[in-house]
């Protein structure tokens, strides 16, 4: 049987709840995986997910110049590699194109990987089409070996149509989340059999239907306070600015309060946002947490909102996991309509879609799911619904077992 090399951004992440689920999934379906990561783990946390799975971990000099003796011993062994000529070539126009530290440290990264491969390892799949499908690109030429990348988000949109086309012609194949990145990359394939949408989906063994809700609250006293979660980083294309403000612009006769859960650069700002907005007593900003507190923290609120938006430098969400995640707790969602998230949630059917970078809008739609308890049940029974239905992750394990060629079912 193969064993495949994941190249990784950096492992474990809890923001990447999702390719941890993916690789357990897949070691319990027999696949060889050895973990080569890009960067250390930096969260406080880790999820139960993480504790499960058996795969080695090589972690790669995250910059250069931390490991120079590492580095240099593998720029100079990777010259006796077969495709090292090949690689080499490629990298240098990549470059001119492309000229950054980051797309040294990417050939660097490459050398260290082909040198230092296990023998065993017949090939190599990168999750995300940006860093870590370049250090896999670079490495997998060295040594004439194939390679496969799963696509998401921020990897897609801010890298250069240039760079990939010739990622998708140099691939064994792709998989990417949502049907709407997947219209996009097949338009720049060589051909229409190399990108395939493969929903990422969710565990349900994790994610276990809720009890049934006692509290029903409508938001028209301090004791019947709504409850409004949001799980996620603190970056632009999250739009946490504009969904302070749409609580902000909520009616004073509605009560409620707002927990967030995730960690990023721009939290801090957000505070001095939410104090000047005056609602920062409302705000329970909890950082990120693992998975059993976030799930916790799912049935515990009424309501759960996502203000994705399209960043000033193109990044946008796919399918937030979240959303997902959300709704198989049974809690009515509040969304914007961008990017794949009309794929998960049917507008007034399975949750509330609004256009994105419009706080009023935002501000009106969780007003009314705020003060109807009944439109939250219904929304909230609608959604786990669909998402047990549809977006399962065996589904997609199906998939990645049939490319990887394993027997069995797990």
Known sequence: MTTVGFVLKGYPRLSETFIAQEILALEKRGLEIQIISLRHPTDKYLHP???EISAPVNYLPE???????????????????????????????????????????????ACVLAVELPEEIEQLHAHFLHTPASVARYASIMLDMPWSCSAHAKDIYTSPQWELREKL???????TCTATNAAYLSKLAPSENIVSLVYHGLDFDSFVPPDERSDHPDGSSPLNSVTILSVGRAVEKKGYDGLLRALAQIPDNLHWRFVHIGGGLLIKKLMALSRTLGIESKIDWRGALPQDQVLSAYREAHIFVLNSRIASDGDRDGLPNVLMEAQSQQLACVATSISAIPELIIDGETGILVPPDSPETLSRAISKVIEDPTLRQSLGKAGEQRVRNSFALDAGINDLSKRFDIAGDG
């Open 49 to 51: 997910v993480h504790d």
């Open 63 to 109: 910059y250069l110049h931390d490991e120079p003796i590492r580095v240099a011993r593998a720029c100079w062994n990777a010259r006796r590699l077969p495709g090292y000529q090949k690689a080499a070539e490629l990298w240098r126009g990549d470059l001119a194109r492309d000229i950054s530290r980051n797309r040294i440290r990417r050939f660097g990264q």
């Open 169 to 175: 012609a140099d691939c064994l194949w792709l998989v």
